[in-house]
């Protein structure tokens, strides 16, 4: 590969780079090593997520989404609000469209900087489980909103102890072998959330994340009388989760938010060639 056409943005706060991958400039072979180093703060270009922008039968376009581990999660509400005004802004798709991701086709509508997506539709709803972990009996729910989420109702969301609970959840027998997201939310007025998240993949807290918002917002509904649409207050902030729930299940899922574009350039291959 030689110097690859790149995007950077972020989703209230969540990073991504994304690449136009329609001509297959960046192909499979060493991938998850690229992807590592790209996505390797300090290192390179840096980023919570790598999106590959390809070409689909069925949709304006598919992607290819990777955590900057490399692995492979089914979804990702952020990087898709992301993805999709590039895809508006390279005249891939216009302002709304669709497109294919492992967890189904995702509907989008781009107004300026601000994207609305459709998500799938919650899945596996619990709430009440108890969990003992790092010498704590733990009440959480958990849900399916296109990958795995645990959600943990805390007094104070910003004192919860994010990266030693969220970690040692993660990696817990009872979600293995594939592990779970973690959020971590708080109620602070009607309709309003705090919330933040420990990701697998990222292995760390992330500023913010589109899925854990929506699988923060069920939980709330179900357990502590929140309608809908909720706002939730992630470190990066603001997001809007608007849902109908019908004979006992969660449906209509839309997730809005910001995705601005940081800066576009070309990857030259030191970004991804040293030890």
């Known amino acids: 590969m030689g110097k690859i056409v790149f995007y950077k943005m972020s989703g209230s706060g969540n990073d991504f780079i994304i690449i136009d991958n329609r001509n297959l400039l960046v ?38 989404f990777y955590n900057a581990d490399g692995s492979v999660p089914e979804m990702c509400g952020n990087g898709a609000r992301c993805a999709a005004r590039f895809a508006c802004l ?66 104070d969301a910003d004192a919860a102890d994010v990266k030693r ?6 990696f817990h027998e009872r979600f293995a072998p594939a592990g779970t997201n973690v959020n971590f939310i708080s109620v602070q007025e009607e309709n309003v959330l705090k919330i933040r998240t420990y990701e697998r993949g990222v292995e760390d807290e992330t500023m913010a994340c589109g899925t854990g918002a929506v699988a923060g917002a069920i939980v709330a509904a179900r357990t502590a009388a929140v309608s809908p649409p909720v706002r939730v207050m992630t ?34 291959g030191e970004a991804w060639k040293w030890e």
């Open 27 to 64: 192909d499979d072979e060493n991938l998850v090593e690229f992807i590592r180093k790209i996505c390797s703060r300090k290192m390179s270009v840096g980023a919570d997520g790598f999106i590959l922008i390809e070409d689909s039968d069925t949709a304006d376009f598919r992607w290819r």
């Open 235 to 268: 470190r990066g902030g603001l997001l809007t989760i608007d849902f109908r729930e019908k004979a006992g299940r969660f449906c209509d899922v839309d997730l809005e938010g910001d995705a601005r574009v940081v800066y576009n350039g070309e990857l030259w």
């Open 90 to 155: 390279n005249g891939i798709a216009g302002p709304r469209m669709t497109f294919e991701t492992l967890a189904g086709t995702i509907s989008a509508r781009v107004t300026g900087e601000r994207v609305r997506i459709r998500m799938t539709e919650p899945a596996d709803l619990k709430t009440g489980q108890h969990l003992a972990v790092a010498g704590e009996d733990l009440t959480f729910g958990s849900v399916d909103t296109g990958v795995p989420h645990a959600v943990l109702r805390v007094a």
């Open 165 to 170: 609970l969220g970690r040692a959840i993660r």
